[in-house]
């Protein structure tokens, strides 16, 4: 579906109250009866993220060349991809680090991503996590995501804020989530790399991200840890849509293996070489080539 199709649909939405929405705060269903209005972030077509004929050139270089792709509503999408494929360019382009030279991006069927700018687009529910973790080292597990919940955005959030139980309880359900409950009062840079890891999903998760974008999460992890974190990941999809980029193929095979039908991308030279379930991708002659085989 292009983007022009996704307008005409979000504008006969409009004017036909009674369709689904999500507002930007993050709460789903409740909609009916309800005008989609401007930047919400509208699934009534299924897609949370959609990526048409996007180019991104360095110096006459195409990192990405034609790239279209599209995520479904609480989908876990996993992309894999030699090095240079162009899969953190990707990400860059989503979150408005860098901006593409042709191209479309939208954020459900109405919100033009490519109109805004990266604090905006990290407001609305695009969440990103780099490779390298970035928590608070100095400060305690409970106090990294406590600050997490300050910087939330959303008027909502903001609210809750007030109601210290709910804070306390929704930190709390936090920690155990990520594994780091009996960790709430240790200092963060004495976590082992794969906690650090966990602790900045927990602190991403605190902002109620819609689309979560995860760069190589399980790099530098033990095997436990990795298996723990396919766990996690396994839990939040279907409430959150998780695009996962990695190398580990192990992981991706924790990720995809509770659903036969799971797609996998495959990026290659900025565009998508193939995509399918992990075996039929595996089986594709020309991924074993540019990536697997080797
Ligand atoms: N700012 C930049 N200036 C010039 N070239 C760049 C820039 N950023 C990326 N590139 C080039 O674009 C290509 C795609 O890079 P990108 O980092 O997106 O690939 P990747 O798939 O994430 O690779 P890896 O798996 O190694 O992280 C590479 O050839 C890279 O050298």
């Known amino acids: 579906m292009t983007p022009e199709l996704m307008q005409a649909g979000a504008a006969r939405l409009r004017r036909e109250p009674g369709a689904a929405a999500v507002d930007g705060s993050g709460d789903r269903g409740a909609s009916y009866g309800r005008v989609v209005q401007p930047g919400q972030l509208d699934l009534a077509h299924g897609a949370i993220l959609y990526l048409d004929d996007i180019t991104v050139s360095f110096d006459g270089f195409k990192a990405i060349n034609a790239l279209s792709l599209s995520i479904s509503a609480g989908e876990l999408r996993c992309i894999i991809g030699p090095n240079g494929a162009g899969k953190t360019t990707m990400m860059d382009v989503i979150t408005g680090k860098t901006r593409p030279d042709a191209g479309k991006a939208f954020f459900g069927s109405t919100i033009d991503l490519l109109r805004l700018r990266e604090n905006e687009i990290a407001s609305i529910g695009i969440g990103r996590k780099f490779q390298k973790p970035t928590v608070f080292e100095q400060l305690t597990v409970f106090e990294n995501l406590e600050l997490a919940l300050k910087h939330a955005r ?19 359900a936090m920690l155990e989530l990520i594994h780091l409950k009996d960790s709430a009062q240790r200092t963060a840079g004495l976590l082992s790399h794969g906690q650090k890891q966990w602790l900045e999903i927990g602190m991403l998760l605190m902002q109620d991200p819609k689309l979560l974008l995860l760069d190589e999460p399980v790099a530098g992890m033990t095997d436990e840890e990795t298996e723990r974190t396919a766990e996690l990941f396994l839990s939040l999809e279907g409430n959150h849509s998780l695009v996962v ?35 039929q991708v595996q089986a594709n002659e020309k991924v074993v080539e540019v990536y697997l085989g080797r």
């Open 245 to 279: 980029i990695e190398h580990d193929m192990k992981f991706i095979h924790e990720l995809t293996q509770d659903n036969p039908a799971k797609k996998v991308t495959v990026l290659h030279e900025g565009s998508v070489l193939a995509e399918g379930t992990l075996a």
């Open 154 to 172: 959303t008027v909502r959030a903001s609210m809750a804020f007030r109601l210290d139980g709910a804070q306390l309880d929704r930190i709390g």
